[in-house]
Nanobody
Framework: QLQLVESGGGLVQPGESLRLSCAASGFSLGVYAIGWFRQAPGKEREGVSSISRSGGITKYANSVKGRFTISRDNAKNTVFLQMNRLKPEDTAVYYC???????????????WGQGTQVTVSS
């Protein structure tokens, strides 16, 4: 079974950057579309960004457009989420999810990681 592991979270100040990684073990990530989701305390999980299997299609939530960039390196079996100009409202647990089908920002991906905490605070 596909296992996803997120890393790269941490505590940063507003305006700083982080790069999250989503790595897969045992399977080639290249055959999966990937979505990044986040969940803040007391809020529903929301889609942040996604990328198709080939990388040719990407999608971003309006709240992160222009600040976050999703990319994938299939040779390294990893998908990245570069987060720039972070804001306190970006604070959440970030999850990556995978599925052979591309679902954009819909909460329909089959495989999920355990999440990594991102905290933006001064």
């Amino acid at each position: 079974q596909l296992q996803l592991v997120e890393s790269g979270g941490g505590l940063v100040q507003p305006g700083e950057s982080l790069r999250l990684s989503c790595a897969a073990s045992g399977f080639s990530l290249g055959v999966y579309a990937i979505g990044w989701f986040r969940q803040a305390p007391g809020k529903e999980r929301e889609g942040v960004s996604s990328i198709s299997r080939s990388g040719g299609i990407t999608k971003y939530a309006n709240s992160v457009k222009g600040r976050f960039t999703i990319s994938r390196d299939n040779a390294k079996n990893t998908v990245f989420l570069q987060m720039n100009r972070l804001k306190p409202e970006d604070t959440a647990v970030y999850y990556c999810a995978a599925d052979p089908e591309y679902y954009g920002l819909e909460y329909r991906y089959h495989y999920w990681g355990q999440g990594t905490q991102v905290t933006v605070s001064s």
